[in-house]
């Protein structure tokens, strides 16, 4: 069978990126089916018709396939699986709407989720009422700098974990990626409860979100595992430059990903180990294929709507525990978004970006 794919959200051409308004993911993405047998891109949507021409001209779309509105697409190209690359606080309605029309059997949109609780929530209980299969672009978790260390720690190379330490930019916009994969080092066990404080005094917002200048998260999983993350101003906390340190019973990883060493594994009593160096592989294709495989094969991706959730209601729990002040048990109880309500509300009052 061959499955024909649809995207909206083209953004510019990847050659002048927009940082933190636009990456040009949709055209990753469409790489990645490109390069498949059995799938066929047909159609594309952008509210910027000089966009997705461009787009259309890079993938060989016909006329036909280019549109400015994506429920049109939708009603009249009828696409298989849906590909979705457009500014966060759109996720949920984009994905809603696809999920709703009936139309494609999967949906696989960039990360992060949604900008709240409730609409992460409901997309992935829509999804799974009507049997779309909703993925979020996790796509780090199929690169061999974060699965090597993975497959090491699952060989026993440094024992039981018994922590892991993530550094990152920020707990939504980069911190999605890096939670996402704290959870695979863990299992995926279930997060029992997440205390965190943040500093918000420059406002920072990436592809339509509001995120943190600096943050100190810790988060407890159900199998005995702890995490911790530290963001922003702070993110070296770790040490410099590691994204990750995994510690065990008999050893330590650690993965840096811009170093030449990428990950690292000493175990006890032992001298450091070289598990990844230079390694150049792309991580969206994989992906990609793992979106097609799953559908293909009816079985649960590994980045599903249902694990995104999973990451995403760390993330929040962490702004809201901020905004209360303690600790907060899971499930979060709490619909909204707590960075951005304090905002709002004038708890929190970050000076412009622009501003001296």
């Not at 500014?87 to 992060?112: F, R």
């Not at 943040?198 to 917002?205: A, G, L, S």
């Amino acid at each position: 069978m061959a499955y024909d794919i649809a995207f909206i959200g083209t953004g510019p051409e990847p050659d002048n990126p927009v940082w933190g308004e636009s990456a040009a993911m949709a055209y990753r993405h469409a790489e990645g089916y490109r390069d498949r047998d059995d799938c066929d891109v047909v159609a594309a949507a952008d509210i910027v018709r000089e966009n997705v021409a461009a787009f259309a001209d890079e993938f060989q779309i016909p006329e036909d396939g280019v549109f400015e509105d994506y429920e049109r697409m939708l009603e009249v190209v009828e696409p298989d699986i849906v590909s979705i690359s457009t500014p966060v606080p759109t996720h949920a309605d984009i994905v809603l709407d696809c999920v709703h029309s009936g139309v494609p059997d999967a949906v696989h949109c960039e990360k992060p989720m949604a900008t709240t609780w409730g609409d992460a929530r409901l997309m992935a209980q829509e999804a799974s009422r009507r049997d779309v299969q909703l993925t979020f672009n996790h796509q780090r978790r199929f690169s061999p700098v974060w699965r090597e260390p993975k497959l090491a720690l699952d060989s026993g190379a440094i024992g039981d974990l018994r922590r892991v330490e993530v550094s990152t930019s920020t707990l939504l916009d980069n911190g999605t990626h890096h939670i996402d994969l704290a959870h695979m080092y863990a299992g995926e066990s279930p997060v029992e409860w997440v205390i965190g404080q943040i500093d918000y005094r420059e406002e920072y917002v990436k592809y339509g979100a509001h995120n943190e200048n600096q943050g100190l998260v810790q988060w407890a999983y159900g199998n005995g595992v702890q995490g911790i993350a530290t963001t922003g101003y702070g993110e070296d906390g770790v040490g410099e430059g590691i994204r990750h340190r995994l510690h065990g019973t008999d050893g330590v990883i650690e993965i840096t990903p811009w170093a030449d060493e990428q990950a690292r594994v000493r175990r006890d009593g032992g001298d450091w180990e070289t598990l990844v160096a230079d390694a150049a592989a792309a991580a969206v294709p994989p992906a990609i294929d793992h979106v097609v495989d799953c559908l293909r094969d009816g079985v649960e991706p590994e980045f599903s709507a249902r694990r995104a959730l999973a990451v995403t209601e760390v993330i929040f729990a962490a702004w809201e525990s901020s905004r209360k002040r303690g600790r907060v048990d899971l499930p979060l109880t709490v619909d909204d978004n707590p960075l951005e309500s304090m905002v709002e509300s004038g708890d929190l009052s970050p000076r412009p970006a622009d501003e001296d």
